[in-house]
């Protein structure tokens, strides 16, 4: 007992103690976890090592220097080689026999990296994470980093999945479709060129948006367009009401020799930025207030009301604007034959436009792809993702009212 203090003191200094006042033991978690993961690792290796040296002595007939009249095979050493996994980097034996290669069911030959790790830097990669990130999270979690060119070799093994879904069916109605391109760019012998990337969207008839079609194409010009679109209606599109895209001349074109009894609307953002590129900047905040209030009105008539006045206001001034709205508005009100709860829907390439942009998001991290091939698959696997994770089961509009409206002529496809 310390001189001077009861036991009953004694006894509360201690509860004190292990209470938290004075910790008595201290656990340092970064090296517990250390500690843990070390474990774990070796547990994997040794488990991995004992499988395959259970095989091993299943396919030679007998133990490592067992003499039997059994015996099928001879052993002949070990080759190291490394496995990245969950829990880090294991190295292996792997047994080598005289007569016949080793195979084992536990790992896939040649593999280097498990078939989870390798799924989780696929999506990583197709979620719009560079590869050199992608690099370093996969040494940060596992110990052990891959190479640019690795993920690229690896992204290669997704290219079939992504051409099925390229070329999957188109089974429903699609009413309302959006059309729009991209030019990306190749580096080829030291040299830059560049191509276009063809994208279709469609609204089916359950009211949902989805990707319907995507293909590279050497520009934006009615021969590429044509090649799209026929190859959309190979693939079963159908049901074709309306079209919405910018002013592309060979677009439209196309999508009249096509899908002759679709009609067409222009975006009307577009059609803003067309018209304004002829108004001074002074100017321009003004007349495009003017501009928008042409498609806020209830009706044809009042839209086209709303350009007269604007004509007889700015005509005078902006003579070059005025003409660009005169010869173009018609295209930009085609909107109104359709249901007025669909408008705000289908007069803009909005959808469309939001999309391209996060194809470009990740696109521009790589730059110059080296082949239209890499570029089309990774434009493809970014707008697979974006439709499957924003779009999917999320009800765009109502296309039941569309389905049974007779005010537009019917516009299946020829």
């Known amino acids: 007992m310390t001189q001077g203090k009861s036991n009953t003191e004694v006894k509360c200094e201690a509860i004190g103690e292990v209470a938290g006042k004075k910790p008595l033991?201290?656990?340092?978690?970064?090296?517990?976890?250390?500690?843990?993961?070390?474990?774990?690792?070796?547990?994997?290796?040794?488990?991995?090592?004992?499988?395959?040296?259970?095989?091993?002595?299943?396919?030679?007939?007998?133990?490592?220097y067992e003499r039997t009249e059994g015996r099928k095979d001879y052993r002949n050493g070990y080759r190291k080689r490394k496995l990245l996994t969950r829990v880090g980097e294991v190295d292996l034996k792997v047994p080598r026999l005289r007569s016949v290669p080793f195979t084992t069911a536990a790992i896939e030959r040649y593999r280097r990296r498990e078939s989870s790790i390798e799924e989780a830097m696929i999506e990583m990669y197709i979620a719009g994470v560079s590869t050199r990130r992608v690099s370093d999270v996969t040494e940060a979690l596992f110990g052990a980093s891959v190479s640019s060119s690795a993920m690229s070799e690896l992204n290669k093994k997704i290219y079939s999945r992504l051409d099925e879904?390229?070329?999957?069916?188109?089974?429903?109605?699609?009413?309302?479709?959006?059309?729009?391109g991209m030019v990306m760019s190749r580096r080829w012998t030291g040299e830059v060129s560049h191509f276009s990337v063809l994208v279709a969207a469609g609204v089916n008839e359950d009211g949902t948006r989805e990707v319907i079609g995507i293909a590279d194409g050497a520009k934006e010009d009615k021969a590429s367009w044509l090649s799209f679109l026929r190859h959309l209606k190979q693939r079963g599109l159908s049901g074709v009401k309306l079209?919405?895209?910018?002013?592309?001349?060979?677009?439209?074109?196309?999508?009249?020799?096509?899908?002759p009894a679709a009609r067409w609307q222009r975006c009307t953002?577009?059609?803003?930025?067309?018209?304004?590129?002829?108004?001074?900047?002074?100017?321009k905040r003004h007349f495009a207030t003017a501009l928008k209030a042409v498609h806020a009105q209830e009706s044809r008539e009042a839209a086209l009301a709303k350009v007269d006045a604007l004509k007889a206001e700015w005509g005078s001034r902006f003579s070059g604007?005025?003409?660009?709205?005169?010869?173009?508005?018609?295209?930009?009100?085609?909107?109104y034959d359709f249901p007025p709860e669909h408008w705000v829907r289908i007069r803009t390439n909005n959808p469309m436009e939001r999309l391209l942009k996060e194809v470009r998001r990740r696109t521009n991290v790589v730059g110059a792809f080296p082949d239209e091939k890499s570029a089309l698959m990774l434009a493809t696997a970014r707008v697979r993702y974006v439709s499957d994770k924003t779009w999917s089961g999320r009800k765009y509009m109502d296309v039941s009212m569309l389905l049974n409206l007779d005010r537009t002529p019917k516009a299946e496809s020829a």
């Open 243 to 259: 079209a919405v895209s910018d002013a592309c001349l060979g677009l439209v074109a196309a999508l009249e020799e096509v899908f």
């Open 165 to 180: 879904w390229r070329m999957r069916p188109l089974k429903k109605k699609y009413p309302y479709i959006y059309l729009d």
């Open 269 to 283: 953002v577009h059609f803003y930025r067309n018209v304004l590129s002829q108004v001074p900047i002074t100017h």
């Open 321 to 335: 604007a005025v003409k660009i709205l005169e010869e173009g508005v018609a295209s930009t009100l085609t909107y």
């Open 25 to 64: 033991l201290r656990i340092d978690e970064s090296k517990m976890k250390a500690w843990v993961d070390g474990q774990v690792k070796n547990a994997v290796e040794d488990v991995l090592n004992d499988i395959m040296e259970f095989e091993a002595k299943t396919l030679a007939g007998a133990e490592v």
